[in-house]
């Protein structure tokens, strides 16, 4: 178990995951990326909001719990102008598959009583990598926390985590 406030690994070349410590702390202390407030110390949420600061230039508004994130968030804002961008949000088992750069939700269970959300930093022919904070505690092999199994049947795709929930991911330009 990484203790806390350590470096679990560095996601998409520059964005370091760390250590909550475990599962019961919460340290109530804000985080700050330029000047902007990411979250809370090492939550889901804040590493989510610093991964979009970092590589996108953008953010999500301050949201309840990571589980809020399938219904509250509709898009994303761009630092430098403000811009709105939109959010397409899909179920797990959709026909859409997967992006790079989506938001992965998961939804309130025993396990995860305030959701939890992570990024997808790689999308294979048969599996994601993901990006998360306060999850596991461990220190990353690679430039990701885990990969998981994608499976695509009767033309829907899934994603073979136990209580995964939908993606979000930023709407293009046609």
């Known amino acids: 178990m990484v203790p806390y406030n350590q470096v679990l690994g560095i996601a998409s070349s520059n964005v370091p995951a760390y250590s909550n410590g475990d599962d019961d702390f919460f340290s109530a202390e804000h985080h700050y990326c ?11 949420v804040e590493f989510a909001r610093r991964w979009l600061l970092l590589r996108k230039t953008c953010i999500f508004k301050s949201i309840g719990s990571a589980a809020d994130a399938w219904h509250e968030l509709s898009s994303i804002e761009r630092v430098t102008d403000g811009k709105k961008i939109p959010l397409i ?5 959709s026909s859409t598959l997967p992006k790079k750069d989506s938001l992965l939700i998961y939804p309130r269970c025993p396990d995860l009583p305030f ?8 999308v294979g022919s048969n599996y994601i990598r993901i ?3 306060n999850y596991r505690f461990h220190r990353w ?3 990701y926390a885990r990969q998981i199994a994608m499976v695509v049947k009767d033309g829907e795709c ?3 985590d136990y209580t995964l929930h939908k993606f979000i ?3 293009t330009k046609n």
């Open 158 to 160: 899934y994603l073979k």
């Open 131 to 133: 990006a998360e904070q």
């Open 141 to 143: 092999s690679g430039n």
């Open 34 to 44: 330029h000047g902007i407030c990411t979250g809370y110390k090492w939550q889901c």
């Open 169 to 171: 991911y930023q709407k």
């Open 115 to 122: 959701g939890h959300i992570a990024i997808i930093t790689e």
């Open 89 to 93: 949000a899909r179920s797990n088992g």
